[in-house]
């Protein structure tokens, strides 16, 4: 079966240090995969996927990018946090049939506090 | 870009009682995912529909895709105290998700 592990699941980074948070699949080959935020108490906003080695879509322009160094690999990174990127990361797989994508997996996420 | 509409934005019934919400978009889906997500964790994909009109239970939970493609709702009968968290519909009108906003759902004993 397929898992998906994420980590940090916590982690208190002070403004200005680098991040580097790394999310990995197991049990599926060719995973489209994605990184999302999730501000307090609200919905999820799509930053990045990726649907193959090295290839990598940005949604939303800021200070993170995220890098796909193998197929079930995926890291979301920065090199100066800012207070601003407090929240929620959340790492999610999907698959595609034929053409069709279809659902998508979340990891258990990472509480990132900038202070 | 497109958005989901969810509905209500949260609620708060008794244990026991029966649970309607809804999701509704401005464009045509080609597949409707719901999910559910506690506090501090990942959200967990209850079901997922893939034609309109289809029906789909997983216990205590319905959902059905609706028939225009632009809405789909999530019933929960019964509910017990673990229901408590964030419902979020999903859909793919094209490659990537669209996520709703959430209903919050709150259960009294």
């Known amino acids: 079966s397929q898992t998906i592990h994420q980590w940090p699941a916590t982690l208190v980074q002070p403004v200005g240090s680098p991040l580097s948070l790394e999310c990995t699949v197991e049990g599926t080959s060719n995973p489209n995969l994605y990184w999302y935020r999730q501000a307090a108490g609200r919905g999820l906003q799509l930053l990045f996927y990726s649907v193959g080695i090295g290839q990598i879509s940005s949604e939303v322009p800021q200070n993170l990018s995220a890098s796909r160094p193998q197929d079930r690999q995926f890291i979301l990174s920065s090199k100066k946090l800012l207070l601003s990127d407090s929240g929620f990361y959340l790492c999610?797989?999907?698959?595609?049939?034929?053409?069709?994508?279809?659902?998508?997996?979340f990891g258990q996420g990472t509480r990132l506090t900038v202070v | 870009g497109q958005q989901l509409n969810q509905s209500p934005q949260s609620m708060f019934i008794q244990e026991g009682e029966d649970v309607s919400m809804n999701c509704t978009s401005s464009?045509?889906?080609?597949?409707w995912l719901w999910y559910k997500q506690d506090p501090g964790e990942g959200p967990v994909l209850l079901i997922a529909l893939y034609k309109a009109g289809e029906l789909t239970s997983n216990g205590r939970l319905t959902a059905q895709f609706g028939i225009t493609r632009k809405d789909s709702f999530l019933n929960i009968s019964a509910s017990i105290p673990s229901d408590v968290g964030i419902y979020f519909c999903?859909?793919?009108?094209?490659?990537?998700?669209?996520f709703g906003p959430g209903t919050r759902l709150s259960v009294l004993p």
């Open positions: 464009s045509i889906f080609n597949t």
């Open positions: 999610a797989w999907s698959v595609l049939w034929g053409d069709q994508n279809t659902e998508a997996f």
């Open positions: 999903a859909g793919l009108p094209g490659q990537n998700f669209v």
